[in-house]
């Protein structure tokens, strides 16, 4: 996730030093109306930012955040969502949460820092400590490396920044609550991670399709195409940039990080193949290609032949892209692709990147072949 709106509208009511009560979900278990992370604003008027998923989570939530910004005083509670819980509003999750409240939530250069920070592409780490006596103090990393911090005890800091480190080595890092040991203090994690950047290399129809898609659906969207009548804005009105040049040129010297996503669809499997070369080793979140069973095999045994890449090599590669689900119109493969870009995006758990490249690398690996999709 790149930074919560909801911060920037945190530090903009906190400048203009307005009473409320910031509180976060920083646990979750079973079914629930939200997920850890999900964050909301109680101001005094009654108004409510951002959400907690609403029904009686949430107006439990406000009458405890409202008592808060009277006394001052910062806390965690849990919520077990059964019948005794849920029964006048209908909302009987069968979950339970932990919901920490802060009133005043003064953290400055933290939060100045979160949001000045966004534009490097980093991926970071938020640590709110959430119990003791430094309850409500927060500190942001950049892998193990601490940014800024509000004023916390060197050891405190010292065993953060290995949390930190260690959550965003995660493939798909999530939210969580820990207890710091020896300290026994309770510490809420968020990772900040980078908007996810998806090029396409082709301005084709369904290049230009999955770009509208993936604008809409928080991607930035970069364009490629040799040709200025393909790489415009008429075709790509969202992009956040365009490029009119060779796009195996072009994916030779991009930056490509674990939140780039790459969508190769040029008007010709040669052209995809030599793209393809240039990035097949590079540290993408997503590679797909589009093609036939026939031209995989190609491209597949044409690599392996030259020493390029290995069976192995391709069991990343999706081709062709897009879920399963039996799209023929160039829409219709839009959404496959977006589809399967959020499905491995947000870590689906029961996503299986099975395509054809897959198959065809376990036959030639020996590994039992999964069924086609």
Not at 46 to 51: K, Y
Request: net charge negative; proline share 5%; aromatic share 6%.
């Amino acid at each position: 996730m790149d930074v919560d709106p909801i911060y920037q509208q945190l530090a903009g009511l906190l400048e203009r030093k307005e009473r409320l009560a910031f509180a976060v979900l920083v646990e979750t278990k079973g079914s629930t109306p939200q997920k850890c992370g999900a964050k909301a604003i109680f101001l005094p008027d009654g108004r409510i930012l951002g959400t907690l998923g609403g029904g009686c989570l949430e107006a439990e939530t406000r009458q405890k955040a409202l008592r808060a910004i009277e006394t001052g005083e910062s806390f965690s509670f849990r919520a077990v969502l059964d019948d005794d819980f849920g029964w006048d509003d209908g909302l009987i999750c069968g979950g339970s949460v932990q919901t920490f409240v802060q009133p005043d939530p003064r953290s400055d250069k933290v939060w100045q820092a979160l949001l000045a920070e966004s534009a490097k592409r980093q991926r970071r780490v938020l640590a709110t400590i959430t119990t003791g006596d430094h309850a409500g103090k927060r500190a942001l990393f950049a892998g193990s490396e601490l940014i800024v911090a509000d004023d916390l005890p060197a050891d405190l800091l010292s065993e953060l920044s290995v949390k930190s480190a260690n959550l965003l080595a995660e493939s798909e890092p999530e939210p969580s609550s820990l207890i710091l040991h020896p300290s026994s203090f309770s510490v809420y994690l968020e990772p900040i991670l980078p908007q996810p950047v998806l090029v396409i290399c082709g301005g084709g129809h369904i290049g230009c399709a999955v770009g509208k898609l993936a604008a809409w659906s928080g991607f930035d969207v970069v364009a490629v195409d040799d040709r200025a009548s393909f790489a415009n804005k008429e075709r790509f009105p969202d992009a956040k940039q365009i490029i009119v040049d060779d796009p195996a040129k072009v994916m030779k010297e991009f930056p490509v990080d674990a939140d780039t996503y790459l969508c190769i669809v040029t008007r010709g499997h040669r052209h995809d193949a030599v793209i393809l070369k240039e990035v097949i080793h590079k540290p993408a979140a997503y590679i797909g290609m589009i093609g036939s069973k026939r031209k995989v095999r190609t491209v597949m045994e044409g690599f392996i032949e030259e020493g390029v890449a290995t069976a192995e090599d391709f069991r990343r590669i999706r081709t062709p892209m897009g879920l399963a689900i039996h799209s023929l119109t160039v829409e219709e493969i839009a959404v496959s692709v977006l589809a399967e870009l959020i499905a491995v995006r947000r870590g689906a758990r029961n996503f299986v990147p099975l395509s054809v490249t897959n198959q065809l690398a376990d036959k030639m690996l020996g590994k039992p072949v999964g069924e086609p999709e």
